[in-house]
């Protein structure tokens, strides 16, 4: 598409994208809304909802407050889809992987979260990651060296993240934070039970509510144990026995992790989540973002039909240390 014609759709996005940012109010838990309830009694969050934001999760060093203004966060907006939206250079390596915007993938175009933070980090009152602790940079350097030892990320499928392996998507977690599309999710609600449905891989965590002690310490799984309740109108999910394969911000496997969803008003749900594991960071820490009613249905994600991303990822890899080699043999024949 002609860079002109590219920047028409992409103006008519950020249109309205700022029609988004100035007609969405910030839902404040607690001014007299109620959650209506299901049959049994909880209250209600069933539907389908989205956590699709540009805010992220640690406030850039350059900004030194908590919030911004509407015209502020707008411009935040602007410049992040812009940038989700540039061409990278015809022929690199860059431009292979698809353009976000071509596919009506990018985070301007659907249903976004309104929110004025500068930081999903709210505590520390920095915005950003506490300091690691002794263990957590000891950790930090072991996976360090084992990633040079192990060699580039293309040299073999086991060196690939979980994301491109089609396992388990880092921002699906939990705890769920917005990725680059599909930031959808779907909540059912059965007597005893929470279930909330993930777009992207599809994954799905099933979260009873009676009760039940969380599995056995050996027991170890990529989402953890998780088990709910009720404090008032916040449904409480507390996880644990996660495991240090799946290492969100470089978490050890005895992070604790404490989910709350609040229904603030008819089209929104506040998702706090506090992170306490000190094999990693010198104090607990916390993040809240809004989530926004969206249509559904959630589609399947069928991420590991053939995954022919891996193997075209790998094979490119191949080709490209083959031309190198070719290359450093024509050289040295001269």
């Known amino acids: 598409m002609p860079m002109s014609d590219r920047s028409l759709v992409l103006a008519g996005r950020l249109i309205v994208l700022s029609l988004i940012m100035s007609l969405g109010a910030m839902a404040v838990a607690g001014q007299g809304y109620s959650a209506p309830l299901t049959p049994d009694g909880q209250p209600d969050l069933q539907g389908f909802w989205t956590n699709s934001t540009y805010t992220p999760l640690q406030r850039p060093k350059d900004v030194t407050k908590e919030f911004y203004t509407r015209e502020e966060a707008l411009d935040a907006a602007k410049r992040a889809a812009i940038e989700e939206s540039e061409q990278t250079e015809p022929g690199t390596v860059a431009d292979v992987h698809y353009d976000l915007t071509q596919f009506g993938l990018d985070r301007s175009q659907g249903t976004f979260a309104v929110n004025l933070r500068t930081s999903l980090i709210v505590d520390p009152s920095d915005g950003r990651l506490p300091p690691l602790s002794a263990e957590g ?198």
């Not at 917005?178 to 909540?187: P, T």
């Not at 799905?204 to 953890?224: C, E």
């Not at 969206?294 to 191949?318: D, K, Q, S, V």
């Open 137 to 334: 940079r000891r950790r930090a350097a072991e996976r360090a060296a084992a990633r040079k030892s192990r060699g580039g990320p293309h040299d073999s499928v086991q060196n690939e993240p979980l994301g491109a392996r089609c396992i388990l998507m880092d921002h699906n977690g939990p705890p769920m934070l917005s990725g680059a599309y599909n930031n959808d999710y779907q909540i059912v609600q059965a007597p005893g039970y929470v279930m909330i449905l993930a777009e992207m891989l599809h994954d799905v965590r099933i979260i009873p509510l009676d009760g039940r002690p969380h599995l056995a310490p050996s027991v170890r799984q990529w989402t953890g144990s998780y088990r709910g309740h009720w404090e008032g109108q916040t449904l409480v999910v507390d996880t644990t026995n996660l495991t240090d394969k799946f290492a969100f911000q470089g978490a050890s496997q005895s992070m604790r992790l404490t989910e709350r969803f609040t229904r603030v008003d008819e089209d929104s749900i506040r998702y706090q989540f506090t992170v306490d594991d000190p094999a990693t960071w010198t104090r607990p820490w916390s993040a809240e973002m809004p989530w926004k009613k969206t249509t559904g249905p959630i589609f399947e994600h069928a991420c590991h039909e053939g995954n022919y991303g891996l193997a075209n990822t790998l094979a490119g890899a191949r080709a490209e240390e083959k031309r190198a080699a070719e290359e450093a043999a024509k050289r040295g024949s001269k």
